[in-house]
T-cell receptor
Framework: GDSVTQMEGPVTLSEEAFLTINCTYT??????LFWYVQYPGEGLQLLLK?????DKGSNKGFEATYRKETTSFHLEKGSVQVSDSAVYFCALTLSGTYKYIFGTGTRLKVLA | DVKVTQSSRYLVKRTGEKVFLECVQDMDHENMFWYRQDPGLGLRLIYFSYDVKMKEKGDIPEGYSVSREKKERFSLILESASTNQTSMYLC??????????FGPGTRLTVL
């Protein structure tokens, strides 16, 4: 079935380090892909999205490229800040369905 | 600014009580969703609704029911709360094929 797999956390980095959080997916059709962020005590917020192959989503210094050949949508940021500490979720949705499929989330902790 | 609101941020109930969690969105979205979030399990879909009075079971509907009498409001009902329903409950809404917008969540504790 359709699924999203994320790297397990927690990921601990020093401020200004480079971030990569891996996400791969399995889907029967052509999904739209999303990264959501959840700050402590809050709901999820959309961070970025891509709706077709080779699209790059970007926001707040984060980027992810929709790679159909490797079925991946890895999240990257060149220089993380303490304020980026949160849980990050990769997700997909398929045309013609109402369902969204989420990964289990990756906790990021950035140390000053 | 788009908004999804949930009736409570924190709730404590006793085993066997009937519990209502309410969600309201102001974006005129057709679709609304209820998830529960547990450590290590991510988000699991309980129910969703694609129109007023329409509902579909998600992955874990047992022990829950829902109501959608108006487009902007989607309620989750725990008919008889149990301790294994202690969790974070997240409501979301979307227009078809686009991203979901989430509420702040309700942390429910069942004693």
């Amino acid at each position: 079935g359709d699924s999203v797999t994320q790297m397990e956390g927690p990921v601990t980095l020093s401020e200004e380090a480079f971030l990569t959080i891996n996400c791969t997916y399995t889907a029967t059709g052509y999904p739209s892909l999303f990264w959501y962020v959840q700050y402590p005590g809050e709901g999820l917020q959309l961070l970025l999205k891509a709706t077709k192959a080779d699209d790059k989503g970007s926001n707040k210094g984060f980027e992810a490229t929709y790679r159909k050949e490797t079925t991946s949508f890895h999240l990257e940021k060149g220089s993380v800040q303490v304020s980026d500490s949160a849980v990050y979720f990769c997700a997909l949705t398929l045309s013609g369905t109402y369902k969204y499929i989420f990964g289990t989330g990756t906790r990021l902790k950035v140390l000053a | 600014d788009v908004k999804v609101t949930q009736s409570s941020r924190y709730l404590v109930k006793r085993t066997g009580e009937k519990v209502f969690l309410e969600c309201v969105q102001d974006m005129d979205h057709e679709n609304m969703f209820w998830y529960r979030q547990d450590p290590g399990l991510g988000l699991r879909l309980i129910y969703f609704s694609y129109d007023v009075k329409m509902k579909e079971k998600g992955d874990i509907p047992e022990g829950y029911s829902v109501s959608r009498e108006k487009k902007e409001r989607f309620s989750l009902i725990l008919e008889s709360a149990s301790t294994n329903q202690t969790s974070m409950y997240l409501c979301a809404s979307s227009s078809s094929l686009y991203e979901q917008f989430f509420g702040p969540g309700t942390r429910l504790t069942v004693l």
